[in-house]
């Protein structure tokens, strides 16, 4: 069976073509500047050539066509038809309060997903636009809708309420949901059979490191905290994003310089975090290689951000009364070894150990603790694409 997998955002479509027998992508690609100027999409077919179609895109229905037709080309494509396709996984970011799983997209999930058009306000209609889109191009195919903060739903509430005037989480559903759900799940799931723990009761605490951060605990892959909030700007300190910050630093900034908040939020979420700090680049590369040269706010760039994840892990060890293993993953958590070995060291407090030849691995599943540490620590790649094609084969086969 062969599950086309979209993400869609507000200028961009990201695909691929999964064959579900063995898990193989067929083909995958990228729409880039829909309804803007100078729209292309580059597609990959696995095993030929980059094929790149710069034409017009005036909005995702046209994009969605042109992926179709990229599949099906005679030379490009990777299927004679488009019914080969038997469904559609969609990620979208924002479920509210109302979906802990992945469901069949209907007219009931898509006022779900307009109504939490507030909560993700970026995404969400892009999202609804996606699967309309190949709702009209392909009548008939399932479209599932795979939510980003599903996986965040388990949360007690005692994790997930701000303390906040309780009205607020009444009127407005205004709590943690967490996101990168669908890589939390895969990768604490994978995590608990990699590691022989016990599926129902394994502690695993996920490290998502990539130019978005975040960091979940699970106890038997059910997520029991995880540090990005109403959205993703709240926890670990990111590429551009702060992370968690006082928020009188808003009040205080918007006086000083005659900003608006909404001016502010939008310097949290696009100037700060490693760019911020540096003044270099929100690329982790690029800030240790200024590092390496001697570049102090390189330096304390580099700093912040593995001292945000060693005081998350401490709190998730707390909040778990203990952990059994411990994963990275995404860009940096797979491939970065001094940051992995950086907070480690950190966690010699937890009998954590690292062996530093198995640590120079990048982007493989793989044990990075020595055989007597007292957690279990790895490497473990995040497949969003592989999530959501296997949660929606789930649900149409
Ligand atoms: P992602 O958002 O998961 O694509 O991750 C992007 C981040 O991963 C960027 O900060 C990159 O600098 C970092 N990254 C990607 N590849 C490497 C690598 N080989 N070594 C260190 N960091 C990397």
Redesign the pocket.
């Known amino acids: 069976m062969k599950i086309l997998v979209i993400n869609c955002g507000s200028s961009s479509l990201k695909y691929q073509l999964i064959d579900m027998d063995n898990e193989s992508v067929l083909a995958k690609g990228l729409c880039e500047r829909i309804g803007i100027e100078g729209s292309m999409l580059t597609h990959k077919p696995t095993g030929k050539d980059k094929y790149v179609v710069e034409k017009s895109m005036p909005d995702h229905k046209v994009a969605v066509q042109m992926v179709m037709d990229a599949l099906v080309d005679p030379e490009h494509g990777v299927i004679a038809g488009t019914d080969e396709i038997s469904a559609v996984g969609h990620r979208v970011l924002h479920g509210g309060q109302y979906y802990s799983d992945s469901i069949i997209v209907n007219d009931d999930v898509k006022k779900v997903i307009r109504d939490c058009f507030d909560l993700g306000p970026l995404h969400n209609p892009a999202n609804l636009i996606g699967i309309e889109a190949c709702e009209a191009a392909m009548p008939g195919v399932p479209n599932v809708a795979v939510f980003d903060t599903a996986f965040g739903q388990s949360m007690p509430k005692k994790a997930y309420l701000y303390a906040i005037p309780y009205e607020y989480y009444e009127k407005y559903s205004i709590r943690r949901y967490g996101f990168h759900g669908t890589s939390h799940r895969f990768v604490s799931g994978e995590v608990l059979k990699f590691a022989g723990l016990d599926p129902e009761k394994g502690k695993v605490i996920v490290c998502?490191?990539?130019?978005?951060a975040s960091i979940s605990a699970s106890i038997g892959g059910k997520c029991v905290d995880t540090s990005m909030g109403l959205t993703p700007l709240e926890g670990l300190v990111m590429?551009t994003r702060s992370g968690d910050v006082d928020p009188a630093v808003l009040q205080f900034i918007c006086n000083k310089e005659n900003k608006t908040v909404n001016e502010m939020l939008d310097i949290l979420n696009k100037k700060s975090g490693?760019l911020g700090i540096s003044g270099i680049s929100?690329?982790?590369?690029?800030?240790?290689n200024a590092q390496a040269e001697g570049n102090e706010r390189a330096d304390m760039a580099i700093k912040s951000f593995e001292y945000r994840i060693i005081k998350y892990i401490g709190a998730y060890v707390a909040a778990m009364n203990g952990v059994d293993a411990i994963a990275f993953t995404?860009?940096?958590?797979?491939?970065?070894a001094m940051?992995r070995k950086d907070v480690c060291d950190s966690l010699a407090y937890l009998g954590i150990s690292i062996d530093d030849e198995a640590n120079k691995v990048?982007?493989e599943r793989k044990m990075i603790s020595t055989a007597d540490s007292k957690v279990k620590v790895m490497i473990m790649p995040?497949d969003e694409e592989l999530a959501i094609a296997r949660e929606t084969l789930e649900l149409v086969k």
């Open positions: 998502h490191l990539g130019n978005g590429g490693l929100s690329d982790c590369r690029d800030v240790q995404a860009g940096i958590g797979e491939n970065d940051i990048r982007g995040t």
